[in-house]
């Protein structure tokens, strides 16, 4: 399987403290491997695919489904899967294992 490295730039203060406004990250172009709690992952809004979203993953349930949120302190903050849910596998552009 070949994958590739793709460049995401940040853009708001979600995952704060950890990645800041404008922070250009490196993430391993997703085809499939497996995914864990806790890593930080690039996806398409389930709601409005021309959004890309970064987000930690939290939780994984039996099907596979992303919860992802924010590192923001701020509940205000980041839109997230408390706002939207679970995001499918098929959402996820790629993960930053840096």
């Given at each position: 399987?070949?994958?590739?490295?793709?460049?995401?730039?940040?853009?708001?203060?979600?995952?704060?403290?950890?990645?800041d406004d404008g922070q250009v990250i490196e993430c391993?172009e997703y085809v499939g491997q497996e995914l864990f709690?806790?890593?930080?992952?690039?996806?398409?809004?389930?709601?409005?695919?021309?959004?890309?979203?970064?987000?930690?993953?939290?939780?994984?349930?039996?099907?596979?489904?992303l919860w992802v949120v924010g590192d923001n302190p701020?509940?205000?903050?980041?839109?997230?899967?408390?706002?939207?849910?679970?995001?499918?596998?098929?959402?996820?552009?790629?993960?930053?294992?840096?």
């Amino acid at each position: 399987m070949l994958m590739k490295n793709i460049q995401v730039v940040v853009s708001g203060h979600s995952m704060w403290p950890v990645l800041d406004d404008g922070q250009v990250i490196e993430c391993e172009e997703y085809v499939g491997q497996e995914l864990f709690i806790g890593e930080i992952i690039v996806f398409l809004h389930p709601f409005n695919s021309n959004l890309t979203i970064i987000k930690r993953i939290q939780k994984i349930n039996q099907e596979g489904d992303l919860w992802v949120v924010g590192d923001n302190p701020d509940p205000t903050s980041s839109e997230d899967s408390h706002n939207f849910g679970f995001v499918s596998k098929n959402n996820v552009l790629g993960i930053n294992r840096g």
